[in-house]
């Protein structure tokens, strides 16, 4: 019933900027957690950003600086701003959300990915 769509990825020289931007649908009384992961070829999935329902940010120490996660609480939609963009960074992107859909029940969503590649 919950939905999470991801949109923003592409092919982008070293040294550009991405948005990314994972829109939830649905059943949803709040958001606890949102983040953004990534996994890239012979990797393990990783966090990369992750934001509570407070405000609270942490980030990956390899992207801590460039990285930015934001979200639209109205609009239900969280993103990740990516400057400084290095070739390490290419991975298929994953949206995150922990969501509570009753009083005393929440679930983990995921987005479909979407594919960031940084390249000359």
């Known amino acids: 019933q919950v939905q999470l769509v991801e949109s923003g990825g592409g092919l982008v020289q070293p040294g550009g900027s991405l948005r990314l931007s994972c829109a939830a649908s649905?059943?949803?009384?709040?958001?606890?957690?949102r983040g953004w992961y990534r996994q890239a070829p012979g990797k393990e999935r990783e966090l990369v950003a992750g934001i509570i329902s407070g405000g609270s940010t942490n980030y990956a120490d390899s992207v801590k600086g460039r990285f930015t996660i934001s979200r639209d609480n109205a609009k239900n939609t969280c993103y990740l701003q990516m400057n400084s963009l290095k070739p390490e960074d290419t991975a298929v992107y994953y949206c995150?959300?922990?969501?509570?859909?009753?009083?005393?029940?929440?679930?983990?969503?995921w987005g479909q990915g979407t594919q960031v590649t940084v390249s000359s």
């Open positions: 649905g059943s949803i009384l709040s958001i606890n957690f």
């Open positions: 995150n959300a922990n969501i509570r859909n009753a009083r005393y029940s929440s679930h983990d969503y």
